[in-house]
């Protein structure tokens, strides 16, 4: 017996005689009315959104943080609700159905599944997302996952001025930066920003006199060479990640940058020791207190 491609149909499964009726009810869980996944499996967020796409009987687009997933953005929680456009408002638990006025060229095709495009995709999450962190995170992973643009947006908004919550949006899109790889990066940046520092350049090459290439740096100041990593949990318990972590950071002082390192604990807890030590670095390489970098001006959303 061949392997059926999960998650599917049940009706269609059935009805190509792949597997028997008996072993389809063993092997498998209903996900959603009529589509099926195997037992002990936790579907992904792209999974779950699949999922959701074929109860609709492949007649919904998929929209928000499902559409995100499809696109390839990281990170989107396996625990949010798939969320697709669609008539049908009687759903099961974990789809939530929109009534949106899609234009044609808001909706693109992703291995047969109708899927907002990356600029509407984007548009929703910024109206709809609560938390202004969590927007700018997840726009983020958007962005550096599709290379939509700002202005790409902003088209969608004017092509849709009387949509709700569109303040959301204007709240969180001057913030956005593709060049985040991590919802943690994302949350440096900000914590940066909202300290009043400058605005920080993300994923900065760094090249050493001959032009080879050195380090690429989360984010930081080019000018100073002054730079700000978040470090994840294996940056502390893999000892090969860790041995690698400091040979790098040798080679990045070679070059004169200093390396600010971020954790978890400490955006968490310890914000402030983060923005003292970037400042003190900052000052050390000669920014005074009364002058700011230059910061890319505040996009304005009509």
């Known amino acids: 017996m061949d392997e059926v491609d999960w998650p599917f149909l049940g009706t269609e499964v059935l009805a190509a005689k792949m597997i028997p009726e008996r072993t389809m009810r063993t ?24 999922a959701a796409w074929l109860w609709s009987r492949r007649r919904a687009v998929v929209a928000g943080s499902s559409a995100a997933a499809v696109l390839g953005a990281k990170w989107v929680s396996p625990d949010l609700d798939a969320e697709l456009v669609f008539g049908n408002h009687k759903t099961p638990p974990k789809i939530v159905v929109h009534d949106d006025n899609l234009k044609s060229d808001e909706v693109m095709t992703v291995d047969g599944m109708a899927v907002t495009s990356p600029a509407r995709t984007a548009f929703d999450i910024g109206r709809r997302t609560r938390s202004r962190l969590a927007g700018v995170q997840r726009l983020d992973s958007l962005f550096n996952a599709t290379g939509v643009s700002v202005a790409e947006v902003e088209a ?41 520092l400058p605005w920080p350049e993300t994923q900065i090459v760094v090249c050493d006199e001959y032009g080879g290439f050195v380090a690429r740096v989360d984010m930081g100041y080019r000018d100073l060479k002054v730079g700000i990593e978040y470090d994840g949990p294996q940056h502390w318990t893999d000892p090969k990640q860790r041995q690698r972590d400091i040979d790098r950071q040798v080679a990045l002082a070679e070059q004169g940058w200093l390396i600010v390192r971020v954790s978890w604990d400490m955006l968490r807890y310890r914000e402030a020791t983060l923005i003292g030590r970037v400042r003190d670095a900052m000052r050390a390489a000669g920014w005074p207190v009364s002058r700011n970098l230059p910061t890319p001006p505040r996009r304005v959303v009509s």
């Open 27 to 50: 092997l498998y869980r209903p996900v959603y009315p009529g589509v099926y996944a195997p037992w002990g499996i936790s579907l992904s967020a792209r999974q779950r959104a699949v």
């Open 156 to 196: 969608v908004v004017a092509a849709h001025a009387g949509a709700r919550d569109l303040n959301r949006l204007r709240q969180v899109l001057p913030l956005v930066d593709g060049g985040a790889e991590s919802y943690q990066e994302s949350r440096t940046r900000l914590a940066l920003i909202d300290a009043g």
